[in-house]
């Protein structure tokens, strides 16, 4: 100013990047679970990813199936409860939880002012219970003479529901101790699990050591 003359200030200031949330892994496929049951719990892990502290995290499950999936206890992110500080994170539970057949598809969404939103894609398989089947149902092993065997005859195992226990494979009836299990199938007592849709075989011969029909 004239007359005053001039002076000035020194401005300073630092610019950041506002919070952006960011969820991993994006996608999960949760495999087959059977109607009725729940998935183990599978951890997503929300990061601030920018250089602001968030507003208070919202949590939903959406799209059509959105039902059949639930978010679990156990996770540290608390829906309108946590904020992230920049670089900070938490963790959200989520487990498949079918009520009908098919494949299921939803989305966990997760927004803050500010912070913005993030996704993750879901999906899994509702199947029917575990369900053994065997075919063929009946085999005639013909006429053994007392104290031999018959040719090995083989029979085959299927899964069409959920995932099996392991398997218990045993002759039972009357003439049972007549009958015996013998390797190179692929059916394992004690061990073998089956999963939803899968097969293995099993093995089988008659040694009679007594003479007349023989039923098991």
């Known amino acids: 100013a004239a007359p005053g003359g001039t002076t000035a200030a020194t401005l300073t200031a630092n610019g950041v990047a506002p919070a952006q949330l960011e969820i991993a892994p994006s ?47 156990g996770g540290t992110c608390i829906a309108g409860a946590s904020v992230l500080a920049a670089g900070m994170s938490c963790t959200i539970m989520v487990q498949f939880a079918p009520t009908t057949k098919g494949a299921r598809l939803a989305l966990l969404t997760v927004s803050a002012a500010p912070g913005g939103a993030t996704a993750a894609a879901l999906t899994g398989n509702g199947t029917g219970p575990a369900q053994l089947t065997i075919t063929p149902g009946t085999r005639d092993f013909g006429t053994v003479t007392l104290n031999e065997t018959s040719l090995p005859e083989s029979f085959t195992v299927t899964n069409p529901g959920a995932e099996t226990g392991p398997l218990s494979i045993a002759f039972t009836g009357i003439d049972a101790t ?17 999963a939803g849709g899968s097969s293995c075989t099993v093995l089988a011969q008659l040694a009679p050591t007594t003479a007349g029909a023989k039923v098991a």
Do not use: Q
């Open 178 to 194: 007549h009958f015996a299990l013998l390797p190179g199938g692929t059916c394992i007592n004690g061990s073998t699990i089956l």
């Open 27 to 73: 996608e999960e496929d949760f495999s087959s679970v059977a109607i009725g049951a729940r998935s183990p719990p599978v951890s997503f892990t929300l990061t601030n990813t920018g250089d602001s502290t968030s507003g208070f995290l919202e949590m939903e499950l959406i799209a059509a199936d959105a039902a059949e999936f639930v978010v679990a206890p």
